[in-house]
T-cell receptor, first 109, second 118 residues
């Protein structure tokens, strides 16, 4: 199984950038790096995904290391609504997303 | 776009009864749907993968006769918890993967169904 390692928790302040790290040293050449987040009592929400190049969308940016063994999800300006558990997931095989423990992000007002 | 709904959002039932949970992709066709279960303060655990028109593939340790999955159309999958017991109380979440175009590489999740078995 391709696995990821994330810090259990992180804390940041409102309106500041947040960098959420993820290590995936055993990533294979065809694994995509996916990020999802889960707000309390809700289903996960897709954030972003990428393969080799850095990616940007309206929610976040994804910075992928050149060797692809790590990546960083960047929230450019955190709000209280960004408080959630963030999951970094390598797409396993053709279809399955397997969730780890994720990083619980707390945003201080 | 890419909205997945679940019904009901919460359900309470008596031990021994069966409960059906529906998962619908509202604005795209989903060839593949997934069912997850999440206990308090834990991560999501994949239960099964279902493809439209074929039998579901269950993860190791998940009882297929207890958790019946039907994926009858490209927009609807159902999970039936048969003879529910208190230990089946959990948050059940479905997700759907599109069949073509921009939806194909991403799974979109429903809001979840909280099941409480008394």
């Amino acid at each position: 199984d391709a696995k990821t390692t994330q810090p259990n928790s992180m804390e940041s302040n409102e309106e500041e950038p947040v960098h959420l790290p993820c290590n995936h040293s055993t990533i294979s050449g065809t694994d995509y790096i996916h990020w999802y987040r889960q707000l309390p009592s809700q289903g996960p929400e897709y954030v972003i995904h990428g393969l080799t190049s850095n990616v940007n969308n309206r929610m976040a940016s994804l910075a992928i290391a050149e060797d692809r063994k790590s990546s960083t999800l960047i929230l450019h300006r955190a709000t209280l609504r960004d408080a959630a558990v963030y999951y970094c997931i390598l797409k396993e095989g053709a279809q399955k997303l397997v969730f780890g423990q994720g990083t619980r992000l707390t945003i201080n007002p | 776009g890419a909205v997945v709904s679940q019904h009901p959002s919460w359900v309470i039932c008596k031990s021994g009864t069966s409960v059906k949970i529906e998962c619908r992709s509202l604005d795209f066709q989903a060839t593949t749907m997934f069912w997850y279960r999440q206990f308090p303060k834990q991560s999501l655990m994949l239960m099964a993968t279902s493809n439209e028109g074929s039998k579901a593939t269950y993860e190791q340790g998940v009882e297929k006769d207890k958790f019946l999955i039907n994926h009858a159309s490209l927009t609807l999958s159902t999970l039936t918890v048969t003879s529910a017991h208190p230990e089946d109380s959990s948050f059940y979440i479905c997700s759907a993967r599109g069949s073509s175009g921009g939806w194909a590489d991403t799974q979109y999740f429903g809001p979840g169904t909280r099941l409480t078995v008394l």
